[in-house]
C-alpha cells in the first residue's frame, strides 16, 4: 500500500475502518516478521539511496468544523514548503502537505507513519510541522494528569455526555517521533494550548481552542498509543515524555503556559513564529545554527508580543552549532524564481526571505539579482552576470517581475533558458514609499461611542491611521487602560463605574510605557496626548524599514559589549553577505535561541569595525525601554575640549574599529531602565548624513554638552532626514528612478540591529 493510497482512503474513515489500515499500517512498518520493506520499488529506492533522504509533513489547519476559524495556518505550509524546496533541498515529491478539511486525526497520523516512519532511515532528515489549534484534553483517570492535544480538523464525535473529539495527543506525538529510526527529525510547533477566552490577543489571533471539561479522546487515538507502546517495549507511563527527552530538536512557538499568535500582513496572514522562522533560515549560510536562528526569531516576535516566548527543545536542543533542519544552505537569499512567462523576461517570485513589515512596505521598482544556478553550465550563468529582476506589481508574498539593466536578454545557448524557476534572487535596491504612516488598531473593549471618538481623533494626525481590531493589519492597539477603585469609590454605592484612562500597546497587548492617562480623561484628549509618542513610534517603524544586515554590500562588523557589572561580550552583527562563501563569523558567545538579556545598571558599548577599502559615516540611535528614541553619537556630538584627541572624526577610517558612544567627561552608557525591550541602530553609509545631521542638532539642543547621550526631541524628522540621505547616495549608483519614492542601494549603506531586554 502506497502513501496515496493510504491517504485518499483515509479521508473518509469509519473508525473500524482506520482501525483495520491502521492495524495494517504497523504490521507492515514493522510489527511482523515480512518487514518493513517489503513495500514495492518506492521503498527498495530509497534503500538503495546514495545520500540522506529528506522528508516532510507539514500540516496547517486555518478551517475547523463549527465555523471556528484561523487565518495563517495554510500560509505556514506554503512558507515551510518554498523554504524546504528552494534552500534546504527537499525534493517536491518528498514533501507532502496536509491543510483544512485534509488534516484529520486519521490523516495525519498515517501520513506521520506512512510517509516518515516507513520511509525515513538512520541518518535522513525528517521535518514535521503543525500549524493550527491546540487544546487541554482532561485526564481519562485520577492516576494521570491532563493533556495537551493539537486539533485536527474533525468534527466532534456526536452523541453521548461525553464528547469525543479527534484531537492527536501530544503523547502520541512523543511516540510517533520516538518511533523514528533517525534522530535528525525537526518538529516545528505553531501552536498553543491555554485558551484565554478570547480569540483575540490585541490585534493577533490566537492559536488556542477551549476543549469541554468532559472531552475525550477517540478510541482510535488510544488504540493508535497502545500499538505504538508495543511496538516501543514501552509501558503507559513512560509514554510522557518532556521535549527535552523526545528526538532531534522542537521548536515551539511558545511554552505551554503561554499563547501562540498568528498577525495580518498586507494580503496575507501567517503565524509570528513560523513566518519569523522561515524568513529568517532563508537568510541562512553554512555557519548558522538552529540556535541563532531562533535567537533572531525571538527578537522579531518579542518586538509585536512580549508575552509569547519561543522555545529549543529536544534531545538535541543543547548541542552546540546544529545546522538547521540539520542541513546546510549556501549564501542567503531573499526568495525565488517560482514561474517564468514563455518570453523568459517576466518572471513570478516568492519573497518569504524578506521580513514581513518590510514586505508590506516593499515598492515596485525594487531590484533583484539572480543567483546562478549550481548545475547551470558558465556560459549561460555568465550571461546573467549583469541582469536584474525589477519589480512591476506585488501580492501578498508573490512579486511579478521583469528583466532589466541587461543587454543578456536573450538565451545564453539555443534552447538554454535564461531563468530557471528554483533560481535564488538577492535584492540590489529597495525602493519604499514616502509617505509611510502608522495604523493603529482599536480595541475590541472600547465602546461605539468611544470607536467612533477614536477614528475622527486619530484621522486628524498626518500620517496616523485607524482600524479595528483583528480586521486589518495595524503597528500597534489602542485600549482601556482601567485604574483601580479608589477606597472611597469601593465604599459609595456599587453601581459606581470604575474610571478608565488609554494609552497605546504593542500588537500582543503589551503596555507601550509612559502612553497611558490620568482616568476619566475623553478618547479625544487622550489621542491628541499620544501625539508625541505615536511620532515617536513612526520613528522606529522608518528605521527598522532601513534594517538590512543580511543584503548589504558595506563591510561592517559591530559587537555589542558588556563593560560593568563584568566585561563581556553580548552580541555581534556583521554584514554577512559581504563574507566569503567559506569564511566563518567570529564567535562572540554560545550561541543562544532566547532574547538577549542585559540587567540595568550595566554599562554597555558597541565596538564598530569598518573593513571597507573607503571611509564609512555612522549614527547610533536607541529605541530605549521607556520607547524614547536617543542618540549615542552623531560624528558632530559636543565633546570637552580636554579630550579632543579623543573626538569622533566624521567617518571611520578603512580597516579600522572604533568604540561607540565615546565618553565625554567620564560619562558612560549606563542603562538605566524600565524594565523593557530596547532596540539599537547602527546605520552606516558611505557618505555623510547631512539632512540627518542637521537634523539631530535641532533635536538635541537641549543635551548635556558633555554627553554623547542625547534624548531626540524631532525622532520622526530625524528618520525622514536618514531615509532621505541615504537616498541621496544611492543616486549615483542606482539604475532605478522613482521620484515619489525612497531608493536604497544596498551597496551605500547598512543598518545593523541589535534587541535586548533590559531588566
Not at 480586521?471 to 470604575?498: I, M, R, W
Request: net charge negative; glycine share 6%.
Amino acid at each position: 500500500m502506497g502513501w496515496g493510497e493510504g491517504l485518499d482512503r483515509s479521508m473518509g474513515f469509519t473508525r473500524r475502518a482506520f482501525l483495520q489500515q491502521l492495524g495494517a499500517a504497523l504490521a507492515a512498518w514493522g510489527v511482523s516478521e515480512s518487514g518493513l520493506w517489503m513495500m514495492g520499488d518506492r521503498y527498495r529506492q530509497v534503500l538503495a539511496a546514495p545520500t540522506p533522504r529528506k522528508l516532510a509533513l507539514l500540516v496547517g489547519i486555518n478551517q475547523y468544523p463549527g465555523g471556528t476559524v484561523l487565518e495563517g495556518c495554510v500560509t505556514d505550509v506554503e512558507l515551510q514548503r518554498e523554504l524546504l524546496t528552494h534552500r534546504f533541498g527537499f525534493q517536491s515529491t518528498d514533501i507532502i502537505t496536509l491543510t483544512d478539511q485534509q488534516a484529520t486525526q486519521a490523516a495525519v497520523e498515517t501520513a506521520f507513519m506512512e510517509h516518515l516512519i516507513q520511509q525515513a532511515r538512520s541518518g535522513d532528515v525528517v521535518v514535521f510541522h503543525f500549524s493550527g489549534f491546540g487544546s487541554i484534553l482532561p485526564a481519562q483517570s485520577a492516576a494521570e494528569t491532563e493533556q495537551p492535544s493539537l486539533v485536527m480538523a474533525d468534527a466532534p464525535i456526536p452523541g453521548g455526555e461525553v464528547p469525543i473529539v479527534g484531537d492527536m495527543l501530544r503523547d502520541t506525538l512523543g511516540l510517533l517521533l520516538r518511533s523514528l529510526k533517525t534522530d535528525q527529525v525537526t518538529t516545528i510547533l505553531d501552536t498553543s494550548y491555554t485558551y484565554p477566552g478570547n480569540p483575540l490577543q490585541g490585534n493577533l489571533r490566537i492559536r488556542s481552542h477551549h476543549n469541554p471539561s468532559t472531552a475525550q479522546p477517540t478510541d482510535v487515538e488510544l488504540s493508535l498509543q497502545t500499538q505504538l507502546l508495543s511496538r516501543l517495549n514501552l509501558n503507559r507511563q513512560s509514554a510522557a515524555q518532556p521535549f527535552d527527552q523526545l528526538p532531534g530538536v522542537i521548536l515551539a512557538a511558545t511554552d505551554e503556559e503561554q499563547w501562540a499568535t498568528e498577525a495580518n500582513w498586507n494580503r496575507f496572514s501567517a503565524g509570528l513564529f513560523t513566518y519569523a522562522l522561515t524568513q529568517s533560515l532563508w537568510q541562512s549560510t553554512p555557519a548558522t545554527s538552529v540556535q541563532i536562528s531562533l535567537g533572531q526569531v525571538a527578537e522579531q516576535v518579542r518586538q509585536r508580543v512580549n508575552q509569547q516566548h519561543p522555545q529549543l527543545r529536544g534531545q538535541k536542543s543543547k548541542a552546540l552549532a546544529i545546522a538547521p533542519y540539520f542541513s546546510t544552505t549556501s549564501v542567503g537569499a531573499e526568495g525565488t524564481v517560482i514561474s517564468v512567462d514563455e518570453t523568459g523576461k517576466t518572471v513570478q517570485l516568492w519573497l518569504g526571505g524578506l521580513p514581513a513589515p518590510l514586505l508590506e512596505q516593499y515598492g515596485i521598482h525594487s531590484l533583484f539579482k539572480l543567483l546562478p544556478v549550481a548545475d547551470s553550465q558558465t556560459t549561460a550563468n555568465s550571461a546573467l552576470e549583469t541582469a536584474q529582476l525589477q519589480i512591476t506589481a506585488r501580492e501578498g508574498l508573490t512579486a511579478k517581475a521583469t528583466v532589466c539593466c541587461t543587454n543578456a536578454a536573450t538565451s545564453a545557448e539555443e534552447g538554454m533558458p535564461l531563468i530557471q524557476v528554483g533560481q535564488l534572487v538577492q535584492e540590489t535596491v529597495r525602493v519604499l514609499p514616502r509617505n509611510i504612516g502608522l495604523t493603529v488598531a482599536l480595541d475590541g473593549s472600547l465602546e461605539r461611542i468611544e470607536r467612533v471618538d477614536a477614528i475622527s481623533a486619530f484621522s486628524a494626525l498626518p500620517h496616523i491611521s485607524s482600524a479595528i481590531a483583528g480586521e486589518q493589519p495595524a503597528d500597534y492597539l489602542f485600549s482601556k487602560v482601567p485604574t483601580k477603585q479608589t477606597q472611597l469609590a469601593s465604599l459609595s454605592s456599587a453601581s459606581l463605574s470604575v474610571q478608565s484612562s488609554y494609552g497605546l500597546f504593542s500588537l500582543g497587548r503589551d503596555v507601550i510605557l509612559n502612553t497611558t492617562g490620568e482616568g476619566g480623561e475623553a478618547v479625544k484628549v487622550a489621542v491628541r496626548r499620544l501625539v508625541p509618542k505615536l511620532q515617536t513610534l513612526l520613528a522606529a517603524k522608518l528605521l527598522n524599514l532601513t534594517v538590512n544586515q543580511d543584503t548589504s554590500q558595506l563591510k561592517v562588523r559591530a559587537t555589542l559589549e558588556m563593560l560593568a557589572p563584568q566585561e563581556r561580550l553580548l552580541r555581534q552583527r556583521e554584514t554577512m553577505r559581504t563574507l566569503p562563501a567559506s569564511a566563518q563569523p567570529t564567535p562572540v558567545s554560545v550561541p543562544t535561541a532566547d532574547l538577549l538579556q542585559v540587567p540595568m545598571g550595566s554599562r554597555i558599548r558597541y565596538r564598530v569595525e569598518n573593513q571597507n577599502p573607503q571611509p564609512i559615516y555612522t549614527l547610533l540611535l536607541v529605541l530605549d525601554s521607556a520607547n524614547n528614541l536617543v542618540s549615542l553619537h552623531t560624528p558632530t556630538s559636543p565633546l570637552n575640549s580636554e579630550l579632543e584627541s579623543e573626538q569622533p572624526a566624521a567617518a571611520i577610517a578603512p580597516q579600522t574599529t572604533v568604540t561607540l558612544p565615546i565618553a565625554a567627561a567620564g560619562a558612560d552608557w549606563t542603562l538605566q531602565g524600565p524594565p523593557g525591550l530596547a532596540a539599537a541602530y547602527l546605520i552606516c553609509s558611505v557618505a555623510p548624513f547631512a539632512q540627518s545631521l542637521a537634523a539631530l542638532a535641532t533635536g538635541t539642543q537641549s543635551a548635556n554638552a558633555t554627553s554623547t547621550v542625547m534624548p531626540i526631541s524631532n525622532p520622526l524628522e530625524v528618520a525622514q532626514a536618514i531615509l532621505d540621505d541615504l537616498h541621496r547616495d544611492s543616486q549615483a549608483t542606482s539604475p532605478v528612478s522613482a521620484p515619489d519614492a525612497f531608493v536604497l542601494d544596498v551597496n551605500t549603506w547598512t543598518t545593523l540591529h541589535f534587541v535586548y531586554q533590559v531588566g
